[in-house]
């Protein structure tokens, strides 16, 4: 076991937290934000008019309609709002697409290029300071380096990543995801569960710290995420979401190794219709993966599945198990059912490997995974 972690992002967590925002603002130096925003749900639920108020001895420009799935004319929009208003640091308001396409535009505007080369081989060296305040507890970016960004001329999802990226401080104030619409919510849940899974099932070899973390993380959305489907003011119920989907991504998980097969396999179909939500990817694909994993270790499964309360001996069962769960929190739709079509699961199989396949052309889990056998995951999930 050897890992590097260092994360320099200063957390500041709690109900109420939001209006800790100017003195923690006034602590990194920072005198006009440019404040990322989606495409106008925190306008009319009054939280950027909440944030207007907290930062009104501040300068600021806005950048708003950023998409579900940010692409690079996003960035490239963002960019120049920044530079023509003189700005000096992004405030992100809103999910994960707003935090990705935040830090990206904080990227660009400091270094210049392309933010499609950051995608390839060019690596991050610096930006401008970036605050996240999340709205929706799912994608962890609040506490990590990386952002995702489309690319709608190749039909492509990609991650940028670099120490750079790292927020300076992010507030997480479980009170701001009350007013998010419910599918956005569920949506979270199920990111979550992958992020603290993905290296679980795509490794064979126990890791007791890093399992029980898994475990926890799992049981804190399995309990949780009911109580706020039926009661979405229920803040104690979204404060452990919260804090679940903040140190899923905080890097407690690096001590095990593993891959990310779930996450490659859904930006390759979201890179291909950007219309599909990464949690409803996800749920499509998750029992799917489960069962193929299964299928070459059961016994790494049946561990996995005890954090849901059940004891199975089958593949089979398991992927019964997680789309049971998927399903009572009213998450699941296979792959057709979200409008991919069929002659297109070949594409999908191609380009996950094109960006993520190692040099044998595979991709990493369990056992490694060739064209035909993430084909067959998709064909599981349609």
């Given at each position: 076991m050897n890992f590097i972690l260092h994360n320099p992002t200063r957390i500041v967590f709690g109900v109420g937290s939001l209006s800790k925002l100017p003195k923690e603002s006034q602590s990194i130096g920072i005198n006009k934000p440019l404040i990322v925003i989606g495409q106008g749900s925190v306008k009319k639920n009054g939280i950027l008019d909440r944030v207007l108020e907290l930062l009104k001895d501040f300068k600021y420009a806005i950048c708003e309609n950023i998409k579900p799935n940010p692409t690079v004319d996003d960035v490239i929009r963002g960019?120049?709002?920044?530079?023509?208003?003189?700005?000096?640091?992004?405030?992100?308001?809103?999910?994960?697409?707003?935090?990705?396409?935040?830090?990206?535009?904080?990227?660009?505007?400091?270094?210049?290029?392309?933010?499609?080369?950051?995608?390839?081989?060019?690596?991050?060296?610096?930006?401008?300071?970036?605050?996240?305040i999340p709205t929706l507890s799912a994608t962890g970016s609040e506490a990590d380096p990386i952002a995702v960004i489309n690319n709608l001329n190749t039909g492509e999802k990609k991650s940028v990543s670099g120490m750079c990226l790292y927020p300076k401080f992010s507030i997480i104030d479980p009170e701001l995801t009350i007013t998010t619409p419910l599918n956005a919510t569920v949506d979270g849940f199920i990111d979550i569960i992958v992020h603290a899974s993905e290296t679980f099932l795509s490794t064979k070899d126990r890791n007791v710290f890093c399992d029980g973390v898994t475990e926890t993380i799992v049981k804190m959305v399995i309990e949780?995420?009911?109580?706020?489907?039926?009661?979405?003011?229920?803040?104690?119920?979204?404060?452990?979401?919260?804090?679940?989907?903040?140190?899923?991504?905080?890097?407690?998980?690096?001590?095990?190794?593993?891959?990310?097969?779930?996450?490659?396999?859904?930006?390759?179909?979201?890179?291909?219709?950007?219309?599909?939500?990464?949690?409803?990817?996800?749920?499509?694909?998750?029992?799917?993966?489960?069962?193929?994993?299964?299928?070459?270790?059961?016994?790494?499964?049946?561990?996995?599945?005890?954090?849901?309360?059940?004891?199975v001996n089958t593949a089979k069962e398991a992927s019964e198990v997680i789309k049971n769960f998927i399903v009572s929190i009213k998450a699941f739709k296979g792959l057709k059912d979200l409008g991919v079509k069929k002659e297109d699961l070949n594409v999908i199989a191609e380009k996950t490997l094109i960006l993520k396949g190692n040099k044998e052309n595979k991709l990493l889990n369990i056992e490694p995974m060739g064209f035909n056998d993430i084909l067959n995951v998709l064909e599981r999930s349609y």
């Open positions: 960019k120049n709002i920044f530079l023509e208003n003189g700005c000096d640091s992004v405030i992100a308001l809103g999910g994960g697409s707003v935090m990705d396409a935040a830090k990206v535009i904080s990227l660009v505007a400091k270094e210049g290029f392309d933010p499609w080369e950051y995608t390839a081989n060019k690596k991050p060296k610096d930006a401008y300071p970036i605050i996240t949780n995420g009911p109580k706020i489907i039926a009661n979405t003011t229920d803040i104690k119920a979204r404060t452990e979401i919260a804090l679940a989907s903040t140190m899923a991504m905080y890097g407690i998980l690096y001590p095990r190794s593993g891959g990310w097969p779930m996450h490659a396999i859904e930006h390759a179909i979201s890179g291909l219709y950007p219309d599909i939500s990464h949690g409803s990817g996800l749920a499509a694909i998750f029992p799917a993966i489960v069962e193929w994993d299964g299928e070459r270790n059961i016994e790494r499964v049946k561990q996995y599945i005890k954090i849901f309360g059940y004891e």
